[in-house]
């Protein structure tokens, strides 16, 4: 079965740093997805990615896929406090109808 | 705008209680999810379904059943609840395509004393 293993597992930021987030897959990625939850809520759908090398960016929150589809980073460029939460990376798996996810990066960003 | 309800958002239940937790969703998907959350374990896929009385298991069934009798809803019972069942529980749905995102409820807080 499909593992996706994220790093770092917590981060804490002073506000205005960047960061990354990595998620590694133990397989080929087919599909990529990113989301973001506030602690105790459902999850916020953040992108999703399905070419290798492809990279998309919403506001400033930017996600790349790599060439071998094995590997997606999320970084979060001058971080404010409205970034903290949990991120989550996941990716559908079986025969696409499943999507397993990986074990989440808690993130805390000081003022 | 879309939307995942979860019929509660916290929950607490009596160990050995058979406990519902009931989600719907608008968008007419096919597939629906339940999953669990825990620290340091992400989430742990339950049950999904495909269609309307259709299901597979997930990763961690045990403890855990499901009914899905009309497609809008996917219910997750647990049939004598415990105290490691303790968890905050997601529900989850998605169309058939496999490029699509899911869309998730607000999550249900359940303790189970």
């Known amino acids: 079965s499909q593992e996706l293993e994220q790093s770092p597992q917590s981060l804490i930021v002073q506000e205005g740093k960047n960061l990354t987030i990595n998620c590694t897959s133990s397989?080929?990625?087919?599909?990529l997805y990113w989301y973001k939850q506030k602690y105790g809520e459902g999850l916020i759908f953040l992108m999703m990615?399905?070419?290798?090398?492809e990279e998309k960016s919403h506001e400033k929150i930017t996600a790349k896929l790599d060439e071998k589809k094995q590997q997606s980073s999320l970084h979060i460029t001058a971080s404010q406090p409205s970034h903290a939460g949990i991120y989550l990376c996941?990716?559908?798996?079986?025969?696409?109808?499943?999507?397993?996810f990986g074990g989440g990066t808690r993130l805390m960003v000081k003022p | 705008d879309v939307k995942v309800t979860q019929s509660s958002r916290y929950l607490v239940k009596r160990t050995g209680e058979k406990v519902f937790l009931e989600c719907v969703q608008d968008?007419?998907?096919?597939?629906m999810f339940w999953y669990r959350q825990d620290p340091g374990l992400g989430l742990r896929l339950i049950y999904f379904?495909?269609?309307?009385?259709?299901?597979e298991k997930g990763d961690i069934p045990e403890g855990y059943s499901v009914s899905r009798e009309k497609k809008e809803r996917f219910s997750l019972i647990l049939e004598s609840a415990s105290t490691n069942q303790t968890s905050m529980y997601l529900c989850?749905?998605?169309?058939?395509?496999?490029?699509?995102?899911?869309?998730f409820g607000q999550g249900t807080r359940l303790t189970v004393v």
């Open positions: 397989k080929t990625l087919y599909g």
């Open positions: 989850a749905s998605r169309t058939l395509r496999y490029d699509t995102e899911a869309f």
């Open positions: 990615l399905q070419k290798g090398g």
């Open positions: 996941g990716a559908p798996t079986g025969a696409g109808n499943m999507l397993t």
């Open positions: 968008m007419d998907h096919e597939n």
């Open positions: 379904s495909y269609d309307v009385k259709m299901k």
